[in-house]
């Protein structure tokens, strides 16, 4: 994890890539809880024997599930102290560049690009996010993720 001391501290890391996060597997159970959870139940990922005979050879993850790690592997890789308050803010530019099949493991690079100073108390920050896939050279999502600390 990498750690801050402060938003200076944070504001002096934009323009760099600040972490990259631990392999997450990407199971078959995720893939199906996520589809409960969205009703998004589309046989290329939830319909392991139909999805083999598919366009990508076996089920995928959703899009939509990899995006939604990107909190996860944000909380998991950066901690700025004196923090009382994060929200997700909204994302700018996401691409689905290439399909996660399940039982790949995937991580995040987590590059800072910009902070703006909002209220008296609070940075508004855009995360360039790049999500990988173990083994291959394409990422599997490209987002700015914008996230708010408030202290």
Not at 4 to 28: C, H, N
Request: hydrophobic fraction near 45%; charged fraction near 20%; glycine fraction near 6%.
């Amino acid at each position: 994890m990498t750690t801050f001391d402060s938003f200076d501290a944070l504001e002096a890391a934009v323009g760099t890539e600040v972490a990259i996060t631990d392999w997450l597997q990407i199971t078959q159970d995720r893939v199906n809880r996520f589809a409960d959870a969205t009703d998004d139940h589309q046989w290329i990922h939830v319909d392991a024997e139909r999805a083999a005979r598919g366009p990508f050879g076996a089920p995928i993850a959703h899009g939509f599930l990899t995006l939604s790690l990107l909190p996860r592997w944000l909380a998991e890789a950066v901690h700025v102290a004196g923090v009382r308050l994060t929200v997700n803010y909204g994302t700018n530019r996401v691409r689905f560049t290439a399909p996660v099949p399940v039982g790949s493991r995937v991580r995040a690079r987590l590059q800072l690009q910009s902070l703006e100073h909002i209220a008296t108390n609070g940075v508004h920050l855009c995360w360039h996010v790049t999500v990988e896939i173990e083994g291959q050279s394409k990422p599997a999502c490209v987002a700015e993720m914008l996230v708010r600390h408030y202290a």
